[in-house]
């Protein structure tokens, strides 16, 4: 009875410890299901970063490329603004040359005018004179 009781006892504890093992087995095949879920959930979030990535680095890029565009076209205008200064002194100096000149001829008519006047007036006073 003894020996049987000990088989009873020792197959009860070796039914426990399959039952106990199967828990275990199908706690850790769970764990590792939540595992891969995790997995593939990072793997999508590692996707999507870096699609972003590239998305953002291609607008970087572009924004780059945009700004020395804009740069070089400042640099040409401002080149266009120093030739229009450049023309516009060369202008205000060729009028400045003309207003000199006018008013000298302008000196020189009066001037003539004047003469031609007082000798106007000689030849009548001596026209007067002769007769």
Known sequence: KRSHQRAADSTSRQADIVR????????????????????????????????????????????????????????????TILDLQK???EGDARLKSQQNLYEAVRSDRNLYSKNLIESQDEIAEMKRKFK
Do not use: P, T, W
Not at 53 to 73: H, I, Q, T, V
């Open 20 to 79: 106990l093992n199967a828990k275990m087995i199908k706690d850790l095949e769970n764990e590792i299901a939540g595992h891969k879920g995790e997995s593939m959930k990072q793997r999508k979030i590692v996707y999507q970063l870096e699609k972003e990535r590239e998305k953002y680095g291609a607008e970087a890029s572009d924004g780059n490329a945009k700004f020395m565009a804009a740069l070089e076209e400042v640099k040409l205008r401002e080149m």
């Open 87 to 89: 023309k516009i002194a």
